[in-house]
């Protein structure tokens, strides 16, 4: 199975930050990843799909970079609200992966 | 409104069987690839299961194979996991999942990213 490596495990940030999280495929998965937010009593939420692409609806603020092995997901400017667990998850084939998941807070 | 909700989640003794629902609305359902994601307790997002449109192609996580069936009815816009000889490990909340698109060759299925999310069911083993 191709895995997904995602860092960090957790991180703090203060209200206005850039943060930056990374996910390694173990092999080429080209665009097939999208990035989700998940918040504690809530269904996950779809920000990004196709490696880069801004899921409608979705803030401005986020977004995604990267093809092959290696991709990033970035908040521009951290908000109160982007308190949450972020997975990355590769799609080109069965059976799909999730990364470990960021833990986001803010300082 | 267009959602997924989610039932049948309980407390079960190891061993036990389960029948999680899906029921869907808002969307045509029968268009849609479907797919059962979980998260246990302290951890992160783990694929279970995922079944096409038609409900003829079916694929599941190598630790459920044999024990959890996935199956739809596509007339009561509906999605199931059957979950038999439970164990421990499958404690988690299941999240049923909408995929974007189905892609589909004689060797090759995809079904995109997962655009739509319900809000989850609690399963708990133990005895």
């Known amino acids: 199975d191709i895995q997904m490596t995602q860092s960090p495990s957790s991180l703090s940030a203060s209200v206005g930050d850039r943060v930056t999280i990374t996910c390694q495929a173990s092999h080429d998965i080209v665009n097939y990843l999208s990035w989700y937010q998940h918040k504690p009593g809530k269904a996950p939420k779809l920000l990004i799909f196709?490696?880069?692409n801004l899921e409608a609806g979705v803030p401005s603020r986020f977004s995604g970079n990267g093809s092959g092995t290696d991709f990033t997901f970035t908040i521009s400017s951290l908000q109160p609200e982007d308190v949450a667990t972020y997975y990355c998850h590769r799609y080109d084939l069965l059976p799909y992966t999730f990364g470990q998941g960021t833990k986001l807070g803010i300082k | 409104e267009v959602q997924l909700l989610e039932s049948g989640g309980r407390l079960v003794q190891p061993g036990g069987s389960l029948r999680l629902s899906c029921a869907a609305s808002?969307?045509?359902?029968?268009?849609?690839?479907m797919t059962w994601v979980r998260r246990a307790p302290g951890k992160g997002l783990a694929w279970v299961a995922t079944?096409?449109?038609?409900?003829?192609?079916?694929s599941l996580a190598d630790s459920v194979k044999g024990r959890f069936t996935i199956s739809r009815d596509n007339s009561k816009n509906s999605l199931y996991l059957q979950m038999n000889s439970l164990r421990s490990d499958d404690s988690a909340t299941y999240f049923c999942a909408r995929g974007r698109r189905q892609v589909r060759t004689a060797v090759f299925f995809e079904t995109g990213n997962f655009d739509l999310w319900g809000l989850g069911t609690l399963v708990t083993v133990s005895s």
């Open positions: 079944i096409s449109i038609s409900g003829d192609f079916t």
């Open positions: 196709d490696a880069s």
């Open positions: 808002g969307f045509t359902f029968s268009s849609y690839p």
